[in-house]
């Protein structure tokens, strides 16, 4: 039983992915477009970054990471694991800080969120605030 337990508990270490601390300070944010903004498809969108570095995916250099950028999505409920790649979680692995959008005509939300990488958000997260905007048809 107790040898049980001590599985059960390595398990679970190992399970816990490897969170790095938020470099101090670390601010993400959206230049453009604006919360509320009108624009028109394809959208320039421009990120913001404060107190922190931007480095490729998979190089290691202290304080810095890449942008991802949430599409129409919340963040991922459990943020001790990689961001998930897809239409509405967009990575920048390439160290680049603006992208260009293809959107529908209405109503859709922006958010950024710095993660290290490996793709995983820090310690303390470091997210911009979740914009919205109209895109014109
Ligand atoms: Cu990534």
New binding site residues.
């Given amino acids: 039983m107790r040898m049980l337990a001590l599985l059960l508990a390595l398990g679970a270490t190992v399970a816990m992915a490897d969170q790095l601390p938020a470099p101090a300070g670390a601010e993400v944010y959206l230049i453009a477009p604006k919360n509320g903004a009108t624009v028109k498809s394809p959208v320039t969108v421009v990120f913001g970054l404060k107190n922190a570095g931007i480095a490729p995916?998979g190089i290691k250099f202290d304080n810095t990471g890449?942008?991802?950028l949430l599409v129409d999505a919340d963040l991922p409920a459990d943020l001790t694991q990689?961001?998930p790649?897809n239409e509405h979680v967009r990575?920048?692995?390439k160290g680049q800080t603006e992208t260009t959008l293809d959107l529908p005509p209405g109503k859709h939300t922006l958010q950024l969120v710095f993660?290290d990488l490996?793709?995983v958000p820090f310690t303390p997260n470091v997210a911009s605030k979740k914009i919205t905007i109209t895109v014109q048809p």
């Fill in positions: 995916a890449h942008h991802h990689p961001l790649a990575h920048f692995g993660a490996a793709h």
